[in-house]
């Protein structure tokens, strides 16, 4: 069976769709999992100091490094350990060994810093809770924007050859 070019749009059309849907669902819940974790929380600063401060191979092919840095802070007087360094940086890891190297050269083990506690649920830390994860937003909304045109197109090619 040999499809015509005219089909290959019209399947095409259909396809874009399915797969724009797709893709823009995971960057829509990643995201909202962020926001969920992190953005409702009101951010106090807190005096803390860096208790550890290593490199970790955290894979093995192909190898990933990540910086594993834990900070004791105070609040309300109790003492709590994290070791999350930015919303977007929790758990992350990198083929590029030089990644985990300049978090642990800028946060060395007894330097203080300020670790900035979410006021509801003071064993959540971070040093930096600026989330910088507006790219994924962006692109699952870029997703779903050619996902609902390719729709449209579609409907209104569809409803101008069947159903007109």
Known sequence: MSLTLL????????????????AAIPAFVVTARLKRRYGAARWLPTPAVVENS???????????????????????????LSSTISPDLH?????D???????VSLLPQGSHITAFVDETSPAIAVMFPESRNGWLFTLGVMFATFGFFSFVTSAMYFYAKYLH
């Open 7 to 22: 089909q290959l749009f019209e399947y095409g059309l259909l396809i874009f769709f399915v797969l724009s849907v797709l």
């Open 54 to 80: 290593v490199i970790e191979q955290v894979g093995a092919r192909p190898a990933q490094f990540a910086p594993a840095i834990t900070y004791r802070y105070e609040f309300r007087g109790a003492s709590y």
């Open 91 to 95: 758990g992350a890891s990198s083929s």
């Open 97 to 103: 060994r030089s990644f985990a190297e300049k978090w």
